[in-house]
């Protein structure tokens, strides 16, 4: 099973990159219901998933760093969250046409698999590291360019307080409300720095600093979201 080279050369042009080893992008599009044999994992897309997850954070933190130059971090911190969650990188993955050329096992093609968000969403991170792998750092950037730019632009619905949004997420899975404690306070008495951590059993502390403790909660709560994938955009 593979790609033949119309499906390559028509995938090629929706993307803007050609593949020096095409090897990438065929691993990049297979799902481990297509893969016979031994150690399906590292024959399936999912090891490119974790890379590109990677390499997409980098360049859109990239993007919008220079697109939002008085831009605090708390803010960053959302804009990046609502870029690279699930439903926006299926999005993307669906403006690919990436679902058509899945290599998938005929039992998950018919349970949907082509459509479900889920595997779109790690399939569009696959190709971003496919491309990386095969042309660099600048390829990636010009094929995330292409494909979040007009995202990143787009208007946007309004944020809702990510302390909110990160007590609602703790209680929908059963955990205690956040505990953000105070790390250190920097700077004169009229402009200081406060950093806050923020807690949740079983996670990874994070931390973020502000000009107040109010602020870098707020910092801090949204680098947590951000890092977890869970958007703070509000509900239409």
């Known amino acids: 099973m593979g790609l033949s080279a119309a499906d390559l050369a028509a995938l090629e042009a929706r ?22 044999g031994d150690a399906p994992r590292l024959r399936s897309y999912q090891r490119l998933e974790f890379l590109g997850d990677h390499v997409l954070g980098s360049i859109v933190s990239h993007m919008l760093f220079a697109a939002f130059p008085i831009a605090e971090e708390g803010e960053l911190s959302r804009r990046l969250a609502d870029l690279v969650r699930e439903e926006a990188c299926a999005e993307v993955a669906e403006a690919m046409d990436l679902g058509t050329v899945l290599l998938i096992g005929a039992g998950e093609a018919q349970a949907g698999g082509r459509k479900r968000r889920t595997i779109l969403a790690d399939i569009a991170e696959a190709v971003v590291a496919a491309v990386y792998l095969d042309g660099g750092y600048a390829a990636a950037h010009r094929v995330v360019e292409r494909f979040w730019r007009p995202r990143l632009e787009a208007p946007r619905r309004p944020l809702r307080d990510p302390k909110t949004v990160l007590q609602e997420w703790a209680q929908a899975r059963g955990l205690p409300p956040p505990l ?11 402009a ?23 602020e870098a909660q707020k910092a801090a709560a949204a680098a947590f979201l951000a890092r977890e994938g869970v958007s703070e955009e509000t509900p239409p």
């Open 15 to 36: 993307i803007g990159h050609v593949f020096t080893d095409r090897s990438l992008i065929e691993l990049a599009l297979t799902h481990i219901s297509a893969v016979k």
């Open 180 to 190: 953000y404690r105070e790390v250190s306070r920097s700077g004169p008495d009229h």
């Open 192 to 214: 200081p720095r406060f950093l806050i951590c923020v807690e949740l059993p079983g996670l990874k502390t994070t931390e973020a600093a502000g000009p107040s403790k109010q």
